[in-house]
């Protein structure tokens, strides 16, 4: 594959609305991988408060040609600190499969360390297979043919690498 010149950087708050439509065209495929109602499709807006996003979370942005093409985002501030939880890693579909999902993985686990955790729908079976690549284990893992449920996977020397911790919550 060859590379494409890529930047990445830290999120800014001028990128909140361009993320925003990575964020609307990458989940509406991975709702269809995983079975899921589009109609259930909630923006980013929705999911996330932009000054609260900024208190709690890390984000680095992808640009190609001026154009932001992907995100990804983990909580490490007030409670989440030092929790590795990967909450975001989105590539708009247009970009996909061209190794953009693989360098912002790649940098979000550099700042996560060992704790290093995330969450995805089962039938994102792109994104589980790019996770491995990258030394996640699969912990938790719905009943097959459930696409419904997500997929927890951690690094081997992450605490939620037990499955009998819960994902948020006590015991986190």
Not at 17 to 31: I, P
Not at 42 to 63: C, G, Q, Y
Not at 68 to 89: I, K, N, P, Q, T
Not at 96 to 103: E, L, N, T, V
Request: aromatic fraction near 8%; proline fraction near 9%; hydrophobic fraction near 35%.
């Amino acid at each position: 594959m060859a590379q494409i010149p890529l930047d990445i950087r830290p999120l800014e708050p001028e990128d909140w609305d361009a993320l925003g439509e990575v964020y609307r065209a990458a989940s509406l495929v991975e709702m269809k991988l995983s079975g899921r109602d589009p109609a259930s499709f909630k923006p980013l807006t929705e999911e996330e408060d932009p000054e609260k996003f900024a208190r709690t979370s890390s984000a680095i942005v992808a640009w190609v040609d001026r154009r932001r093409v992907g995100f990804a985002a983990w909580r490490d501030r007030g409670e989440w600190e030092g929790g590795g939880y990967l909450s975001y890693l989105y590539v708009h579909p247009d970009w996909h499969r061209r190794g953009i999902g693989d360098q912002l993985l790649k940098r979000a686990l550099e700042a996560l360390g060992p704790q290093a955790w995330t969450l995805t729908p089962a039938g994102n079976l792109p994104a589980i297979k790019l996770y491995q690549k990258h030394g996640m284990q699969i912990v938790k893992a719905p009943a097959p043919g459930n696409t419904h449920c997500n997929v927890r996977l951690a690094l081997p020397t992450s605490r939620k690498s037990d499955p009998c911790v819960p994902d948020f919550g006590i015991g986190t």
